[in-house]
């Protein structure tokens, strides 16, 4: 016999259910009944990305709170889109098939965001997120074999985010907001925004450099090869328009 408590969640849980329904048979309504709510296409964007983690889910995500991605990823397991893998203790989570259904519609509408919507405002900057991108796409066949570092210094930045270190090792790379004590072999001096316009393809070095708006402290032959390090967005191979920057 069913208690008051599980009779009261039952309610609460179709009555969430009910609420959430557009109420129509067009598939493209039901497939939003699943993806439409905040963050939820971020999360398999990061799954599609190679986060398997809850901290790697929350690192391509730092502005969503723990609480919530936890109820996401519920929400994705229930419909089918994920799944929770439990290993010697340690969680992870995975597309399934239906998941990775989605990749064209991902990527789809980051083309179309690179295409149509180019502005961005302050709230857009963050540094954890524009580290975390670069340190998990770097070209790693592009880099010296032996240990190397690149420290970025956002000159826009308050202190406990203007220094963030990039170091690679072999085929291993990882990013620090802390300086983690090894030689530095170039120093990256710009604006945050100036970045991620870089990164984003939104700019060229070349023109970046031309204009002082950033700075590339190394040897000359590091200078010439630093662009090609770091890479670019996944996206940044999508034509962009011709429209003016509004930041950087």
């Known amino acids: 016999m069913p208690t008051l408590l599980s009779a009261v969640y039952w309610s609460w849980e179709h009555g969430r259910c009910a609420m959430s329904s557009y109420g129509q048979f067009c598939p493209v309504a039901k497939a939003m009944e699943v993806l439409d709510e905040r963050w939820t296409l971020l999360v398999v964007r990061e ?27 519920r929400s994705l397991e229930r419909a089918g889109v994920i799944r929770r893998d439990e290993v010697d203790g340690r969680t992870s989570y995975h597309l399934t098939d239906c998941g990775m259904e989605l990749k064209p519609v991902v990527e789809g509408l980051g083309a179309w965001g690179i295409r149509w919507i180019g502005e961005l405002g302050e709230d857009d900057l963050d540094p954890h997120l524009l580290l975390w991108d670069i340190r998990r796409s770097v070209p790693l066949d592009q880099w010296p074999r032996s240990r190397t570092v690149v420290r970025f210094e956002f000159t826009d930045q308050p202190a406990g985010t203007a220094q963030w270190w990039l170091c690679v090792n072999g085929d291993d790379a990882d990013v620090c907001d802390y300086d983690p004590g090894f030689d530095v072999t170039a120093t990256v001096v710009t604006t945050l925004a100036t970045m991620v316009r870089l990164w984003r393809v939104d700019r060229t070095w070349e023109d970046a450099l031309r204009a002082g708006d950033a700075r590339i402290d190394a040897p000359s032959d590091v200078r010439r090869e630093l662009p090609a390090w770091l890479g670019q967005m996944s996206l940044g191979v999508v034509p962009h328009p011709i429209r003016e920057p509004s930041l950087g």
């Open 47 to 73: 799954l599609m990305a190679g986060s398997t983690r809850f901290n790697e889910l929350r690192r391509g995500n730092p502005k969503m709170s723990p609480a919530l991605l936890s109820k996401r990823l």
